[in-house]
């Protein structure tokens, strides 16, 4: 069971990127509810970023992200993308995507091996 990410790099202080997750190797009777993207910038602690549920398609935002970030599913690709825009210097940080077994994304079983993201000018 693995956690796939993509995306991620440097951009400029008002841009964009998307960063996507792939799950792979969950089976029926071994599935996820949730997939969440959380962040962890230098010398602070993980931070949750945004969390969707698999069965509802419910979806959450931290504060700091509302309005800019946007967690999506595409179903086709078995992805779960977050696509972040407005991107500002303190959006900086290592971004992990993780799956939890219940919804929510309250309690992490999988994590991503996670990707850099650099807003700098």
């Known amino acids: 069971l693995q956690l796939v990410q993509s995306g991620g790099g440097l951009v400029q202080p008002g841009g964009s990127l998307t960063l996507s997750c792939t799950p792979s190797?969950?089976?029926?009777?071994?599935?996820?509810?949730?997939i969440g993207w959380f962040r962890q910038a230098p010398g602070k602690e993980r931070e949750r970023v945004s969390c969707?549920?698999?069965?509802?398609?419910?979806?959450d935002y931290a504060d700091s992200v509302k309005g800019r970030f946007t967690i999506s599913r595409d179903n086709a690709k078995n992805t779960v993308n977050l696509q972040m825009n407005n991107l500002k210097p303190e959006d900086t940080a290592i971004y992990y995507c993780?799956?939890?077994?219940?919804?929510?994304?309250?309690?992490?079983?999988?994590w991503g091996k996670g990707t850099l993201v650099t807003v700098s000018s």
């Open positions: 969707i549920n698999i069965s509802d398609g419910r979806t």
């Open positions: 190797g969950f089976t029926e009777d071994d599935d996820y509810s949730a």
């Open positions: 993780g799956a939890d077994y219940s919804p929510g994304c309250y309690g992490m079983d999988y």
